[in-house]
């Protein structure tokens, strides 16, 4: 089925999500064993490594040794191929393709409002949309798992997450399409949605982290990442993961892969609005520095660019971040932009109810004469990330089911929310099996993670960290 399905009636749409129940019984979503051909895991890795910057590949590693979670978190891969093997109702949406619950966070509207959204597009792409349900559930029982809860507590978690998600996406089957798209989660909604059902303390915790959000700006990332050297402001150095290009390359090399850059910068502004393109322009470039970033995403090239507007403390800070191809791609297809950096933008533009107001695209050259894409945005616009090590499982079943309701808001704005909404029904059929599947698979990522802790011990792979 298509994602979307204006030419039929509602009637007709909910026939075909029900339909699809013939195709994928909402029982059979429990299922998960890893197949007679399932891969390597530390091969897949290795495979997806061998583009990457080689000398912060073992800081990949390192952090995905570190635990269960930070290995589901770089992981993605080996989901994508696992899910590629399990049941399909043939509806589509457009997918996060990393859907876990670190990446559900607190994030700054261009009218300066404190939101719940989605974050990280790395992996987009047009597919099934119970894979995003299936890798939220299971990030869920693995934090519940590390937090020491029985089997129990972690199913009440996640059966109320895709309870928030069935029963928020049939609220969304009712409504008109621009009801849809203008709906998002401000700070206001959240507090009245789940403010009378948790503690007095965990509504001071969610309120100092909301305070703690607003505080993680452009001026404290500029305080935190910048010093005056000399009289001029610059990036400053902290190797491996933050290196200026006067400490990475020699002379002659930092002065190609700086003019790369500004280069960089100044074609992907005419992927913004005439608007923004104009607000840009009032800036200069001032320093640049390679970034390290994520769990998943170390290794692949990420600069960070200092500008200065009207003076040294008027700053803004871009992250031009490498757009490798989609996890998904293998199997699903490429999907149709002309560039990853564009399905990048497009994918999070289709399902963030707001977007950061410098977020575009551009491909650049790099000094080795390779062609790779880009993406970027501000380096930090307020972010509120979850602590789930601090979480109880009232406060995980409360958040859940907020990323569950975000999650079925981004789905409905590309998906047919009229087939989708049918095919859930009203009942606990769908709950229940992807709790199964959650926990089912989250011992598969136990495996594996123990595969590439062997891989370290062994000398077959490197690890450090940092």
């Not at 948790?198 to 505080?215: F, H, I, L, P």
């Not at 000399?230 to 290196?243: F, M, Q």
């Not at 995980?396 to 909404?421: K, N, P, W, Y």
Request: overall charge positive; charged content about 30%.
């Amino acid at each position: 089925m298509t994602t979307q399905a204006p030419s039929r009636t509602p009637q007709e749409r909910a026939a075909l999500g029900r339909a699809a129940r013939a195709v994928a019984p909402r029982s059979s979503h429990a299922e998960y064993a890893p197949g007679p051909g399932r891969r390597d895991p530390v091969d897949l890795l290795e495979e997806q490594s061998a583009s990457r910057v080689p000398e912060l590949v073992p800081i990949r590693y390192g952090r995905m040794t570190e635990s269960p979670f930070r290995f589901y978190r770089g992981a993605a891969a080996l989901m994508a191929a696992d899910l590629a093997d399990t049941p399909r109702t043939g509806v589509t949406a457009q997918l996060c393709g990393d859907a876990h619950m670190l990446n559900f966070r607190l994030l700054a509207s261009p009218e300066r409002r404190m939101m719940f959204d989605i974050n990280d597009f790395d992996e987009t792409l047009p597919g099934p949309w119970e894979w995003d349900v299936k890798r939220l559930a299971t990030s869920l029982v693995i934090a519940g798992r590390a937090n020491g809860w029985d089997t129990k507590e972690r199913a009440a978690v996640v059966r109320a997450t895709v309870r928030s998600y069935r029963e928020q996406m049939r609220q969304y089957a009712g409504m008109g399409n621009l009801a849809v798209w203008y709906a998002r989660f401000d700070e206001e909604w959240v507090r009245q949605r789940f403010a009378p059902r948790v503690s007095a303390r965990a509504r001071g915790r969610w309120q100092r982290e909301v305070d703690k959000a607003r505080g993680r700006d452009t001026l404290q990332a500029f305080g935190k990442l910048t010093e005056v050297v000399g009289g001029e402001r610059r990036i400053a150095a902290d190797p491996p993961l933050i290196v200026p290009l006067q400490d990475l390359l020699p002379d002659v090399e930092r002065g190609d892969l700086e003019e790369g850059i500004r280069l960089l910068l100044d074609r992907y502004a005419r992927t913004l609005p005439s608007d923004r393109r104009f607000l840009l322009r009032q800036y200069r470039v001032v320093d640049m520095a390679r970034k390290v970033v994520g769990v998943g995403s170390v290794g692949t090239r990420c600069w960070i660019v200092l500008l200065l507007g009207r003076d040294d403390q008027d700053p803004l800070l871009l992250q031009a971040k490498e757009a490798d191809t989609s996890v998904l791609a293998a199997h699903l297809g490429g999907g149709d932009h002309a560039t990853e950096g564009e399905r990048v933008v497009s994918g999070q533009r289709l399902m963030q109810a707001t977007s950061d107001i410098f977020l575009g695209w551009e491909r650049a050259d790099g000094i080795d004469g390779k062609r790779r894409d880009f993406y970027v945005r501000q380096l930090r616009d307020w972010k509120g990330i979850p602590q789930p090590e601090v979480m109880v499982p009232a406060g995980m079943r409360a958040f859940g089911e907020l990323c569950g309701a975000t999650l079925a808001r981004a789905h409905a704005r590309s998906g047919d929310r009229v087939a989708i909404a049918a095919y859930l029904g009203g009942g606990e059929v769908f709950d229940r099996a992807v709790s199964a599947f959650a926990e089912a698979y989250a011992d598969q990522n136990e495996r594996d993670f123990a595969a590439l802790r062997e891989a370290v011990r062994s000398g077959r792979v490197l690890a450090a960290s940092a």
